[in-house]
């Protein structure tokens, strides 16, 4: 039997490194573990990879309002091994940020659209008010003196409320954080007196007495919230913000993985305990082709734009 030389031997271990890494497919979170973009990468990420015949990890990649985590899926191989777990933050970055290193729709692949995400309206009970146009009055009463926290400058938590003081002309000040929980947290302990989090993250607090729900922020009420009006119902005509939810992957994809990425998804999107996953997280569940996802992508890309021109919002 013939012995191998070392640097043989060297080259056979790179080898099957190699094939072992094209076994594993990683969903980048550009976001903290906890999130609701973390809770759904993990609640997808062990039957995907049943479908797909390779172990799918959920890495998170945070910093920057998520800008961090978007460039390294940007700049990586398009071999399908590396997906970012998105949401409608990717598209308002590229409007907020003027100095990214990339471009949210035209360096990167749409591959998979899973659902959508309401928000709510949440402020510190000690506000002596119980409804949206109650707010608002105290606000303009208190210029200046209310401050909102967000998961960070950029984020949706941040426009989402950056847009709703643009439309009702308050002032607020300011204060992200690094999380939507941390965000809420702060409300909860009266350091911050509003936020605007995801209606499912907001549940547990709809009987917390430090906590008063005022409105939802889709088009249509909440099925999550179904007695919550709508903040446009309830006076601030026009205003509508809500997200999506779906898997992209660097430009450049080879359709044949990407439609194999999308019809597992879609599969996915059939899969009862998959489905009771994503209900949990407030996410309503909607298969899209690739090219009805990037569509969507470019549709909401010009709509944060209008958005992020109206909350006046820009990072440098």
């Known amino acids: 039997m013939k012995t191998l030389r070392f640097p043989a031997l060297i080259a056979l271990f790179a080898l099957a490194a190699a094939a072992h890494a ?3 497919v990683h969903i980048v979170v550009p976001f903290g573990a906890g999130g609701v973009q973390d809770i759904i990468a993990r609640s997808i990420a062990p039957e995907l990879g049943q479908l797909i015949g390779k172990t799918v990890i959920v890495e998170n990649r945070t910093g920057a309002s998520g800008t961090i985590g978007n460039a390294f899926v940007a700049k990586s191989a398009p071999d399908g091994n590396t997906l970012l777990l998105a949401a409608a933050s990717h598209t308002i ?3 907020v940020y003027t ?3 990339y471009h949210p729709i035209n360096d990167f692949t749409a591959v998979a659209h899973i659902g959508t995400v309401d928000y709510v309206l949440m402020v510190n009970a000690a506000l002596p008010v119980k ?3 109650e707010f608002i009055a105290y606000a303009k009463a208190h210029p200046g003196k209310l401050n909102f926290a967000s998961a960070g400058s950029g984020s949706a938590t941040h426009l989402s409320m950056a847009y709703f003081a643009n439309l009702t002309g308050i002032d607020m000040v ?3 954080y690094k999380a939507t929980n941390e965000a809420v947290n702060e409300v909860l302990a009266g350091r911050a007196d509003a936020v605007i989090a995801s209606t499912i993250g907001a549940l547990g607090f709809t009987k917390d ?8 922020t889709g088009a249509t009420r909440s099925k999550f919230l179904p007695e919550m009006p709508t903040i446009a119902e309830s006076g601030v005509k026009g205003y509508v913000f809500d997200s999506w939810m779906g898997l992209l992957g660097p430009a450049g994809m080879p359709k044949q993985t990407v439609d194999g990425l999308n019809a597992a998804m879609g599969q996915l999107l059939r899969n009862p305990a998959v489905l009771e996953r994503l209900d949990k997280q407030g996410v309503i569940p909607r298969a899209l082709s690739p090219e009805e996802f990037n ?3 470019r549709e909401d890309f010009t709509r944060m734009g209008r958005i992020v021109k109206a909350a006046g919002t820009r990072i440098e």
């Open 295 to 297: 569509a969507l992508l």
């Open 22 to 24: 094209q076994q594993v």
């Open 93 to 95: 970055t590229g409007h």
């Open 131 to 133: 409804n949206v146009a």
């Open 209 to 216: 007495a430090r906590v008063r729900m005022l409105g939802v």
């Open 99 to 101: 100095n990214l290193s």
């Open 174 to 176: 300011h204060v992200p």
